[in-house]
């Protein structure tokens, strides 16, 4: 079982950063591949990045270069720091934590919004 708790969202205005943070609870947080993800109103949760157990990492296209996934294991912690904000970066931005035998958990997401 694990928990997660994001923190770091609100508002800013186009070009701008926000770092966002998510504090992991439970057992084996660096076995997991921990990922972020948002969802803007009315569109289905799309996929932003992800860093593995071994700190391999992968972006969507439309964040690449501009955002950046790291990680905390001895805080329990991955962050996602974000740059050039425009307002199409406006979401819940949700944090996960995935493994194949213990399962995919999510965090209760926070609201980023930026404005033009």
């Known amino acids: 079982q694990v928990q997660l708790v994001e923190s770091g969202g609100g508002l800013v205005q186009s070009g701008g950063s926000l770092r966002l943070s998510c504090v992991a609870s439970?057992?084996?947080?660096?076995?997991?591949?921990m990922g972020w993800y948002r969802q803007a109103p009315g569109q289905s949760r799309e996929f932003i990045a992800s860093i593995s157990s071994g700190g391999s990492t992968n972006y969507v296209d439309s964040v690449k270069g501009r955002f950046t996934i790291s990680k905390d294991n001895a805080r329990n912690t991955v962050f996602l720091q974000m740059n050039s904000l425009e307002p199409e970066d406006t979401a819940v931005y949700y944090c996960?934590?995935?493994?194949?035998?213990?399962?995919?958990?999510w965090g209760q997401g926070t609201q980023v919004t930026v404005s033009s």
């Open positions: 996960s934590a995935g493994h194949v035998v213990l399962g995919t958990y």
């Open positions: 439970g057992r084996g947080f660096s076995a997991y591949t």
